[in-house]
């Protein structure tokens, strides 16, 4: 695939230094907060009942086979009972990518190729999460991801190989959240093994580790990092981690009735196995749903 300058202007963002210290405070208290502070809490929290659609654009950049670009469709579903919430989300993923580029979450076992863009693989994870949570929030289910790698041009499907895995795996997801004001921090966390697909690909054994810290400004703006930590179980010890750090900003927009949260952050990859990228870059719009 040819080289091109997507994302240029995002700079990356480093040097936050960060000291927790305020005082506890339940989920509950923010789904009842009148100020539109309460927004931007319910953005932050990966386990709130909130209808959104998050529009997410990664760049991971110096590879030594080229970059890789990532558009990705995020709807965030809850469906609420009374004593529990169900919080589902998909993630369909478009890829380009100009060869094998190891470290990445959406491509546990790179296919070798000349390049391509394309579906990638499918990921959809549902939390069970108690309705009425304490100072510390949790949900806990099962994560799917599905062999949906397809090519967009009339090219052998053979090509489409370096979009996915070509496995269908599964395995438990884990999410940890608390927003003692005016911190919003958390953990969400996967690991999934191959149980179906082609004989001819790698079987997949990978884990996503995602902390995350958010500082929160006046007038909805906040600072936030918010690291994929991933780990090929296949892979030998100096060849198994992808450990980035960096940072990013964000603030939430009132468009009429709803909301938008916007987010841009910059990784460097001090920790990498060969062939990955050593920084990424992305941008993040999520349309919120008024409850």
Known sequence: MKKTSLLNCLLLMSGLSMAVAAQSASADEYENTADDSATVYKAQNPLSPTYSIPLNYTYHGGAENGGVSIGSIQPI????????????????????????????????????????????????????????????????????????????????????????????????????????????????????????????????????????????LE???????????????????????????????GKVFKVGDHDINTRMEGYYNPVRPDNAPEWSANLTLQYMFKD
């Open 77 to 216: 579903i809850p469906v609420k009972f009374e004593d529990f919430h169900l919080i589902n989300q998909l993630s369909l993923n478009f890829m380009g990518t100009s060869g094998p580029v190891n470290g990445i979450a959406e491509l546990p076992e790179p296919f070798p190729g000349s390049g391509v863009s394309g579906l990638a693989d499918t990921n959809f994870t549902t939390l069970l999460a108690p309705a009425h949570q304490g100072a510390v929030s949790w949900g806990v289910g099962p994560a799917f991801v599905f062999p949906t790698d397809t090519l967009f041009t009339s090219i052998t499907d053979r090509r489409s190989r370096e979009l996915g895995s070509g496995k269908f795996s599964v395995g438990p997801a884990l999410t940890l959240a608390t927003q003692p004001k005016p911190w919003s921090l958390g953990v969400k966390a996967r690991q999934v093994w191959s149980v179906l697909g082609s004989e001819s690909r790698d079987s997949v054994s990978q884990m996503v580790v995602q902390p995350f810290i958010n500082y929160n």
């Open 219 to 249: 007038d909805n703006w906040y600072l936030v990092t918010d690291m994929d930590m991933v780990a090929n179980w296949n892979r030998n010890d100096d060849q198994r981690w992808t450990v980035p750090v960096g940072a990013g900003v």
